[in-house]
């Protein structure tokens, strides 16, 4: 066998056996959810006289009696989407400002941020109640049990994001503002017009990373949202595993129903991912 061939085969089995290992937990995790009553007394793949919809009634609220899984659902989509286009705002400013501007201040700046990020955001759960029960006091839709405050929570986390982006800029030739510059334009539509358009790339990862790492997001949202109604697909789905009855069918329907938007996502900035990403920064 030629070692060309020899390669080729080596490295098919390999991905083959990759992807095989990745699909295993999704694939329990469906049957699971497809299954009538809990596995841990009937097994764990669905049979003819087992399989039932009766775990995805429930979160759909085509049952009676079970949660309204389709709200919570609709939250965390809704705080996701929102925090992750303010937390894309507010870094995609930031680090064009730390690759092209000179300030003072800039290197102990960045060094900050870099450092704040050793720390978890679980470790400030105390500071961020605080903050956020004192500021719910004059304006309720920030402060505690609201989604604006959870939202307003979330944006702290920008500082990887800022290195992130700042690293694709910084990538990206200077000849190309000046040429804009040289041609009239202002510092704001080369911004505007040259760097956001080439850095699209960059801004679906973050946007991807951001909403996938707040749609499972549970320490803090389930200290920020007290009201049922109010809760995320995350901390909803953790009351399905109560301590005296483990309701694993339901808790594995909604996990599913938790992938489907970022299933969808991906999809769409796939071809911002391959057209940008595989072809590499901006070249002179």
Request: charged fraction near 10%.
């Amino acid at each position: 066998m030629k070692p060309r061939l020899r390669s080729l085969i080596l490295a098919h089995v390999f991905l083959v056996s990759f992807i095989a290992l990745v699909m295993i937990p999704l694939v329990i995790v469906v049957s699971i959810s497809l299954r009538r009553g809990n596995f841990a007394a009937n097994g764990i793949f669905p049979t003819a006289e087992t399989f039932s919809f009766e775990h995805w009634r429930r979160i759909l609220g085509l049952a009676e009696g079970g949660e309204p899984v389709l709200l919570w659902f609709w939250n965390s989509v809704k705080v996701s989407a929102v925090a992750a286009s303010g937390i894309l705002l507010l870094s995609a400013t930031a680090a064009y400002a730390f690759a092209r501007m000179k300030f003072a201040g800039k290197s102990a700046l960045l060094n900050s941020l870099l450092i704040l990020q050793m720390f978890p955001m679980v470790l400030s759960l105390i500071a961020i109640y605080a903050i956020l029960e004192t500021l719910g006091r004059f304006w309720p839709a920030l402060g505690l049990n609201s989604h604006g405050g959870l939202i307003l929570a979330y944006l702290g986390g920008v500082a990887m994001h800022i290195w992130m982006i700042k690293g694709y800029f910084a990538s990206m030739p200077v000849s190309i503002e000046e040429s804009a510059s040289v041609d009239g334009a202002s510092p704001w539509q080369t911004f505007w017009m040259i760097m956001l358009p080439s850095a699209m790339p960059i801004f679906a990862v973050v946007f991807i990373l951001s909403f996938i790492g707040m749609m499972g997001e549970y320490p803090l949202a389930s200290v920020v949202l007290q009201d049922t109604r109010h809760w995320t697909l995350a901390v909803g789905a953790n009351s399905f595993l109560y301590e005296q009855n483990y309701l694993w069918g339901d808790f594995a329907a909604t996990a599913v129903l938790s992938g489907v938007p970022i299933t969808v996502l991906f999809l769409f900035c796939q071809r911002f991912l391959v057209s940008g990403l595989t072809a590499g920064g901006v070249k002179e």
